[in-house]
């Protein structure tokens, strides 16, 4: 009688232990990577930065502004500027021509640069820069604007054209308006001749009667 209930008592208290250690190994646990990993944000693609010139072309001594957007905030941007000259008359630009219809051979003129080639800008908050530019040569301009903290780059290009000039007056434009002066002047003369001697008849034979 003793004995069973001694086996009772061991049989309770093991079922008594045994029941938490159950319910831990039911409950799931986490993983080693969910608590030791941080969070990774989504991925965004990189601004890109871009630069433009409010006119694509213009005549020499005129101004355009560049303006870029996308730079880092209130960053120094360096612009650099490459010419490439222009020996052809450009397109819509009419040649020279004589007053026979010969076109007239214009040779390119070269000029001293003033303006620099390589200059500044300083960025807003937003990344956003303007700033203007004056060429002082002809031909096909190319500005790029490069952030020194950012390392965003853009480029932009500008046309410059010669000024419009007034044809050169040659030995053929002048002929024509010559020999049209001197034959009037010709024509003058032998009026003034023929005016002269019918005076002179007049004047003689009313002397006869």
Same mark, same amino acid.
């Given at each position: ?9 061991? &049989? ?5 232990? !045994? ?71 450009? @397109? ?12 007239? !051979? ?8 003033? !303006? ?27 500005? &790029?604007? &490069?952030?020194?903290?950012? @390392? ?28 049209? =002066?001197? =034959?009037?002047?010709?024509? =003058? ?16 034979? =009313?002397?006869?009667?």
């Amino acid at each position: 009688m003793r004995l069973s209930r001694i086996i009772m008592a061991l &049989t309770v208290g093991l079922a008594v232990v !045994a029941v938490p250690t159950a319910a831990g190994a039911a409950q799931p646990q986490p993983t080693p990577s969910a608590t030791t990993d941080p969070p990774q944000p989504p991925p965004y693609p990189p601004t890109a930065a871009s630069l433009t010139v409010n006119r694509p072309t213009i005549y020499l001594g005129e101004t355009v502004v560049l303006t870029g957007t996308g730079f880092g905030p209130n960053e120094t941007v360096d612009i650099t500027v490459t010419v490439t000259p222009q020996a052809a008359p450009a @397109g819509g630009a009419a040649p020279a021509r004589r007053s026979d219809g010969t076109t007239v !051979a214009m040779a390119p003129v070269a000029y001293q640069a003033s !303006a620099p080639l390589h200059f500044t800008a300083y960025t807003d908050a937003q990344g956003r820069f303007t700033k203007t530019y004056k060429p002082s040569v002809t031909g096909l301009l190319t500005f &790029t604007a &490069t952030g020194r903290e950012s @390392g965003r780059t853009a480029s932009t290009e500008l046309r410059v054209l010669h000024k419009k000039q007034p044809l050169p007056v040659t030995g053929d434009s002048l002929g024509t308006p010559m020999k049209l =002066g001197g =034959g009037l002047v010709g024509a =003058g003369a032998v009026m003034l001749l023929l005016t002269l001697a019918w005076r002179r008849r007049q004047r003689f034979g =009313g002397a006869a009667h």
